[in-house]
């Protein structure tokens, strides 16, 4: 296990860091049960550590603010500026707006470039649906940011109410929803929540597999929009599929790789 | 996907409870993360991929710490937030049968604030973030031998400043042993 031999009190430590062979640990242990002075020792730092984690493994487990997230464009602009002041909000704002501008920016030369592929180079401008298109990823990409790390309070309504929360985000958008079941891609719901939209309300359903890694599928009504085939994005670690389907527009945001991804949005889709 | 942002990404909530722990206070511990993943994107070029990166951002955070301190030495003598009273709550409510009480985990909590920063790092690393000691040397570039001493009096200090709250559960855990 480990090439360093221990001596003396350092072997204690060692005992209670796991850092000793379990030859060693039983040595250690024979030692402690007639040795109640060392036997105290060991057992006051166990117990601070216990009491470390419970004072701060809390913070391991609260939403970072997504500012920190650093995503791939983000990271070429972090290089050039200043060092950073000590201000938290200065800074935050600074690369918040930066954020913001560039993944406008960034999805905005992304479907230009698949709008000019799609036409065969001919050249038109894109017009609304563009403008439209843009605002559709990012909601999606926050609103699965913000809920799926919460440990508490993910949903506003559980599973266990699938019924209710049909009928009533049903309502909300209306349109005639229902709830995708991904049982045999191994994701289960959790449930769901209404988000506000710049197109009026939206919904998104959250789903978890065995390992608690968590999917969602975000919709929100799309005035004019037309059946599309899946359309890919990335940010940083997390990555979406989202299409349009009749009035609404629906984007399945996970942090897995494409292939699996793109096999649970088939699974949505083949389901609507 | 860019390895390198993958990994930092997955470091990030890890590293804010490093720094929070350090600081004891959300905003300056944010900011130390801050300040650490913009110097890991600046010096990117410098990880090459060799090694571990969690590591790599744990030494620029734990630099940046130090170098704040000695900095500002003069103002730095003010007390941080203690953790508020509903977290301590919280905390005590989830603990394994209450076997950490409040007034043992303020006396902890108090008694880490004023271990010398070097020491701090080292049991945090440990202690908190379950570094193995090879790894703790690795990432403050230190010998092991260092710390196992920094370790051991952080420890001991710890120990002598809890005494008052921490009898029971030494008795509970030597008849646990025998």
Redesign the interface.
């Known amino acids: 296990m ?1 090439k ?1 031999k221990f001596e003396g ?2 072997l204690l ?2 005992y209670v ?1 796991g ?1 000793l062979t379990a030859a060693e640990r039983n040595r250690v ?1 024979q030692w ?2 007639t040795h ?1 002075e060392d ?24 939403i ?2 997504p500012q ?5 464009p983000l ?1 070429t602009n ?2 050039s ?1 200043s060092p ?1 002041p ?1 201000k ?1 909000s200065r ?2 704002s600074r ?1 918040a707006a930066a954020v913001l501008w560039l993944t406008i920016g960034g999805s905005g030369g992304w479907f230009g470039h698949e709008y000019i592929s799609n036409n065969s180079g001919i050249f038109q401008v894109p017009g609304f649906q563009t403008a439209r298109t843009v605002n559709f990823t990012q909601p999606a990409l926050e609103a699965h940011w913000v809920y799926t790390p919460e440990a508490r309070h993910p949903v506003e309504v559980l599973a266990n109410e699938e019924a209710h929360l049909a009928k009533w985000l049903s309502n909300r958008l209306e349109v005639p929803l229902t709830i995708p079941d991904l049982a045999s891609a191994g994701f289960s719901l959790v449930g769901g929540r209404l988000l506000p939209s710049t197109n009026g309300p939206a919904a998104q359903f959250m789903y978890q597999n065995t390992d608690e890694n968590r999917v969602t599928l975000y919709l929100s009504r799309q005035s004019g929009s037309k059946e599309t085939a899946f359309r890919y994005h ?1 940010e ?2 997390t990555r979406a599929f989202y299409w349009y389907d009749g009035p609404l527009g629906y984007a399945l945001v996970g942090e897995m790789n494409r292939q699996e991804l793109s096999q649970l949005a088939d699974l949505v889709y083949q389901q609507l | 996907m860019d390895e390198f942002l993958e990994q930092l990404t997955k470091a990030i909530p890890t590293l804010r409870r490093y720094a929070y722990a350090l600081v004891r206070d959300s905003s300056l511990a944010d900011d130390l993360v801050q300040d650490c993943l913009e110097k890991g994107l600046a010096h990117r070029a410098q990880w090459r991929g060799e090694g571990n990166l969690k590591t790599w951002l744990y030494r620029i955070l734990s630099n940046i710490h130090l170098n704040q301190i000695r900095a500002d030495k003069g103002n730095f003598l003010k007390t941080s937030d203690t953790t508020s009273e509903a977290v301590l709550t919280a905390a005590e409510a989830q603990s394994p049968a209450n076997q950490i009480d409040h007034l043992y985990l303020q006396d902890l909590e108090a008694a880490i604030a004023q271990l010398p920063e070097e020491q701090k790092q080292i049991l945090l690393l440990i202690c908190l973030e379950g570094f193995s000691y090879q790894e703790a040397a690795k990432t403050l570039e230190l010998p092991l031998g260092t710390v196992m001493s920094r370790l051991s009096r952080a420890r001991e200090t710890l120990r002598h400043k809890t005494s008052g709250t921490g009898t029971d559960e030494a008795a509970a855990n030597i008849r646990r042993i025998k």
């Open positions: 480990n360093h009190a350092d430590h060692a860091d850092e242990e402690l049960s109640p036997a105290e020792r060991v057992a006051s730092w166990q117990k601070q550590t216990r009491g470390l984690r419970v004072l701060f493994d809390h913070k391991a487990e609260e970072a603010p920190l997230f650093p995503g791939e990271a972090i290089t500026s950073a000590r938290t800074v935050w690369l990335e940083g670690t």
